[in-house]
């Protein structure tokens, strides 16, 4: 199983970006999936998370601004961001908790895409 991240990259102050994972392998189903970010010097943080029915969780930092969905026909989650801000830069990571058969599962997390918001 893997999760391959894509859509970062450099935006200006107020502007958006949207960020896709998708998981691809050998999967019986997806539960939970979400991303997480990492700048500089801080720990790795929950962004934004997304059960497999839909119930959505968010970091204080992020709502109102970004919106998690996903895609379960594809096995993608996107992470739709707006208004960004300058504290947004950070290197963003997809996970899910997946079950590849029916008795095994397992956290999965993507490679990670770097977000940079300039001032």
């Given at each position: ?37 990492q ?34 026909a ?15 830069t ?30």
């Amino acid at each position: 199983v893997q999760l391959q991240a894509s859509g970062g990259g450099l935006v200006q102050a107020g502007g958006s970006l949207r960020l896709s994972c998708a998981a691809s392998g050998s999967i019986f189903s997806i539960n939970a999936m979400g991303w997480y970010r990492q700048a500089p010097g801080k720990q790795r943080e929950l962004v934004a998370a997304i059960t497999s029915g839909g119930s959505t969780n968010y970091a204080d930092s992020v709502k109102g601004r970004f919106t998690i969905s996903r895609d379960n026909a594809k096995n993608t989650v996107y992470l739709q961001m707006n208004s960004l801000k300058p504290e947004d830069t950070a290197v963003y990571y997809c996970a899910a908790v997946i079950l590849p058969t029916i008795a095994t599962i397992d956290d999965y997390w993507g490679q990670g895409t770097q977000v940079t918001v300039s001032s």
